[in-house]
């Protein structure tokens, strides 16, 4: 089944050619029944937008949408626009999947070890209909409250998890070294089965 995936990263790895080498492994696929994922990314459009209008963007790329995946680089869990996709993909109920982008070689040929998971920077508690949403504050180095949502309005099959950090629930994979180019379509199926789409 294709599934509808957002794309999270920061922008400086688009210019070092590692979030599209992710975004564009289906162009070089032999079939189209390899197709398995549409890309929605912004990050075209939102380079002179104001905070506002990135928001709405981000909001309306989200719509329709069942995966949310996070090219990770070695600053990405520091921009505050990936952590606004990742609290508000969380919102919807889109299954999350981070993906390192640091062994894909740059323009350059070169890789880069591997950054921060950005799951591990927010923290969720379940009490009983609520979820409260915590994220870690790098200026402070504190766990700021973020908001609290109704359990019923997401999907996620938490099991006997009640909390945790997000990156306790949802998968981290290495595009080079776990086979991104043959198994993401895989990692995108499990992702939103775990999110009840």
Do not use: C
């Not at 492994?25 to 459009?45: A, I, M, P």
């Amino acid at each position: 089944m294709a599934r509808k995936v957002f794309f999270s990263f920061h922008y400086k790895d688009v210019a070092s050619f590692r979030t599209n080498a992710v975004r564009n492994s289906w162009v070089t696929k032999r079939s189209q029944d390899d197709f398995v994922f549409y890309d929605v990314s912004l990050w075209e459009k939102v380079k002179k937008e104001s905070p506002l209008a990135i928001k709405r963007m981000i909001n309306s790329g989200l719509k329709n949408t069942s995966v949310t995946a996070i090219l990770t680089g070695s600053e990405t869990y520091a921009r505050p626009w990936v952590r606004y996709e990742i609290l508000e993909s969380f919102k919807r109920s889109n299954g999350l999947i981070t993906i390192h982008i640091n062994s894909i070689p740059d323009k350059n040929r070169a890789t880069f070890a591997k950054g921060p998971n950005p799951l591990d920077y927010f923290y969720f508690r379940i009490q009983n209909t609520k979820i409260l949403l915590w994220e870690w504050d790098i200026a402070t180095k504190s766990w700021l409250f973020t908001e609290r949502i109704n359990k019923s309005n997401v999907k996620y099959r938490f099991g006997d998890i009640s909390e945790g950090k997000l990156s306790k629930i949802f998968d981290s994979y290495d595009w080079m070294i776990d086979d991104g180019y043959n198994k993401f379509s895989a990692w995108t199926e499990k992702a939103a089965i775990f999110a009840g789409k």
